[in-house]
Every structure is written in C-alpha cells, then in structure tokens.
C-alpha cells in the first residue's frame, strides 16, 4: 500500500493507494501550499482509500463522509481524488476559513465573488485575469481569522459549449498567480443574467457577512468563528450586488472600482 500524508492551511490529509505510479500522479496535483510531511494515518483529518476492485479492472474511491465512488478508470480516479483533496482541505482547515468563491488582488486588495458552483466564477474570474488582476482562485477564497485573503490557485475549471472542463493555469491566460495574503478590497455578489448591465447596489456590512456566510465551508458545525472572521472581512471590504451579462465587461468596471 502506498501512502501520502500533506498538510495544507492547517488541514493534514492522507492518502492511500495500491497503484504506486498513480499515486506520484496525484502527489503533482496536491492542493495549492500543499506540504508532505511524516505522519501516521490516524492522525488525519481526513483518510482517501484508492484501491482496485477486484473483480473487474475499475478502481473504487472512498474516504471521509463522501459517498464511495465505484467502476472508475485509473484516470477517473485520479480525478475523483484531487477533487475530495480539495474538499478535504477546505472542511478540516481550522485556523481558515473557506468560501466558495472566485478571488483575484487588484493593486493590493483582494476582489472575492462569493457564489456556488456553476454561478459563473470562473467566467469572470477569467476576464478579470485577462484584464490584468492577480489570479487567487475559481473555486475558494480563503481567509484567515484577520480576515486576510490567501491565494488557492488550483488551475482555473473553464467549461465549454458542450460542458467540457478544461483546467487552464493564470500564466496560459497571459496572466500573474498571487503568492502572498491580502486585504479584501471588494466582495462582488454578482448574478450572470444573459443581456444584462452591471448596475450595483452597495451592501452594508451585515449583508456582505451574509452573502460570504451563505457560501462558507463548516458555516453550520462553527458558525460563531466563522461569522466573526467574515464580519471582519465585511468591515474591510466594500460589498456589492448586481446582475451582470458580459464578463469581460463587469472586469473592466470592477477593476474601476477598486483603483478609486
């Protein structure tokens, strides 16, 4: 049996699999800031099991409280695996919290579009790349207790026309990936509506919270730490809300907003 143990943002993570060269695979894909490190399997936060299943050639993915995942191919698993990391790190991480969310820095302040899965993060994490912002992250804005913003670069997951995901680095889109912490300047509860205009309205501070609120990680198992180190990123940043159409454009004038 092989096996893995990283830390990263105060998560520790292992993993085990009986394919050794599969494993050197995803060791290359570990989470951002990802450190390996010497430790025994009981005291992980979270355990991920890899193993074949032995009476076909598919392989079988279990860990943690996610459902088992059965028939993959080693590719398939692959996958599986560096997603559950993600998630793994983002519910054991104690001294952060995480959000899903967008993030870039523009001229030293952080700009974190809070929203779910498919909600259009990525497409306008993209444009604000490709307008020049510092890319943090497509799927997690971390912060720590002081309310700092941390960059989690995973490549960023562009979907096409027909829903194909292709994970593309800050650096093929001409862009900068971020290395250091800083203060959120702008949390950007953005809506794509196909045809629309940015047209903002600013947030007051409680609903700022709210909106990061709704979108944290461990929200309901911790939700007093979790509220208060959101509260001050609320009183650091400036909060709006809009529909927004055209991403390239909504960059363009975001960008704005932050330099004045």
Same mark, same amino acid.
């Given at each position: 049996?092989?096996?893995?143990?990283?830390? !990263?943002?105060?998560?520790?993570?292992?993993?085990?699999?009986?394919? *050794?060269?599969?494993?050197?695979?995803?060791?290359?894909?570990?989470?951002?800031?990802?450190?390996?490190?010497?430790?025994?399997?009981?005291?992980?936060?979270?355990?991920?099991?890899?193993?074949?299943?032995?009476?076909?050639?598919?392989? !079988?993915?279990?860990?943690?409280?996610?459902?088992?995942?059965?028939? !993959?191919?080693?590719?398939?698993?692959?996958?599986?695996?560096?997603?559950?990391?993600?998630?793994?790190?983002?519910?054991?991480?104690?001294?952060?919290?995480?959000?899903?969310?967008?993030?870039?820095?523009?001229?030293?302040?952080?700009?974190?579009?809070?929203?779910?899965?498919?909600?259009?993060?990525?497409?306008?994490?993209?444009?604000?790349?490709? @307008? =020049?912002?510092?890319?943090?992250?497509?799927?997690?804005?971390?912060?720590?207790?002081?309310?700092?913003?941390?960059?989690? @670069?995973?490549?960023?997951?562009?979907?096409?026309?027909? *829903?194909?995901?292709?994970?593309?680095?800050?650096?093929?889109?001409? *862009?900068?990936?971020?290395?250091?912490?800083?203060?959120?300047?702008?949390?950007?509860?953005?809506?794509?509506?196909? =045809?629309?205009?940015?047209?903002?309205?600013?947030?007051?501070?409680?609903?700022?919270?709210?909106?990061?609120f709704e979108n944290a990680i461990r929200a309901?198992?911790?939700?007093?730490?979790?509220?208060? @180190?959101?509260?001050?990123? @609320?009183?650091?940043?400036?909060?709006?809300?809009?529909?927004?159409?055209?991403?390239?454009?909504?960059?363009?004038?975001?960008?704005l907003s932050v330099s004045t």
């Amino acid at each position: 049996m092989n096996r893995l143990t990283f830390s !990263c943002y105060s998560a520790i993570v292992t993993i085990e699999w009986t394919n *050794g060269d599969a494993l050197h695979e995803i060791r290359r894909r570990l989470p951002p800031h990802s450190r390996i490190i010497d430790a025994h399997p009981g005291n992980a936060h979270v355990h991920v099991l890899v193993r074949p299943q032995s009476e076909t050639d598919t392989w !079988c993915v279990s860990g943690g409280a996610f459902p088992n995942v059965r028939g !993959c191919s080693v590719s398939q698993a692959v996958d599986e695996v560096v997603d559950r990391l993600d998630i793994a790190v983002s519910e054991a991480a104690s001294e952060y919290v995480f959000v899903h969310a967008g993030a870039v820095a523009w001229r030293g302040r952080g700009v974190v579009i809070p929203g779910p899965s498919h909600a259009g993060k990525t497409s306008l994490v993209r444009a604000l790349v490709e @307008a =020049g912002a510092t890319y943090y992250s497509d799927e997690f804005a971390v912060f720590d207790f002081n309310g700092r913003l941390h960059p989690y @670069a995973r490549p960023l997951a562009i979907r096409d026309a027909e *829903g194909t995901v292709s994970r593309v680095t800050a650096q093929e889109l001409a *862009g900068v990936t971020g290395a250091l912490a800083v203060e959120p300047g702008l949390i950007v509860a953005a809506r794509f509506v196909s =045809g629309s205009t940015w047209d903002p309205k600013k947030l007051t501070p409680g609903q700022t919270t709210l909106k990061l609120f709704e979108n944290a990680i461990r929200a309901r198992d911790l939700a007093e730490p979790v509220l208060a @180190a959101l509260a001050k990123v @609320a009183r650091m940043a400036d909060g709006v809300e809009s529909e927004r159409g055209d991403a390239a454009e909504t960059a363009r004038l975001l960008l704005l907003s932050v330099s004045t």
